[in-house]
């Protein structure tokens, strides 16, 4: 069994920081996934935002590229993204994922964290 769970979200102001946590736990190591960060405000869509795969290469979603960065721990089996320029429309609950076939196909999941931005 795989688990997921993130932490570090909470409420920040515009134009600031938070930096998300995803430990990751079960059968398989951390590097046997490619890891997503996804976002889902209220009344909309989950939204993709970054991936990062096995071997380190990372990808970005137009509206966080230049602002997010997605990094990982592989000793810690953690998984982390950076936010900076943090702006109101960033608000919402922010998840990760695992998918152990590497092909986008995201099967495992945390449970979520909140972010508030304020302006």
């Known amino acids: 069994q795989v688990e997921l769970v993130e932490s570090g979200g909470g409420l920040v102001q515009a134009g600031g920081s938070l930096r998300l946590s995803c430990t990751v736990s079960?059968?398989?190591?951390?590097?046997?996934?490619?890891m997503g960060w996804f976002r889902q405000a209220p009344g909309k869509d989950r939204e993709f935002l970054a991936a990062r795969s096995w071997d380190g290469d990372t990808d970005y979603a137009d509206s966080v590229k230049g602002r997010f960065t997605i990094s990982g721990d592989t000793a810690k089996n953690t998984l982390y993204l950076q936010m900076n320029s943090l702006k109101p429309d960033d608000t919402a609950v922010y998840y990760c994922?695992?998918?152990?076939?590497?092909?986008?196909?995201?099967?495992?999941w945390g449970q979520g964290t909140q972010v508030t931005v304020s302006s």
């Open positions: 079960g059968a398989r190591t951390f590097r046997s996934y490619t």
């Open positions: 994922a695992a998918d152990p076939s590497h092909k986008r196909t995201y099967t495992y």
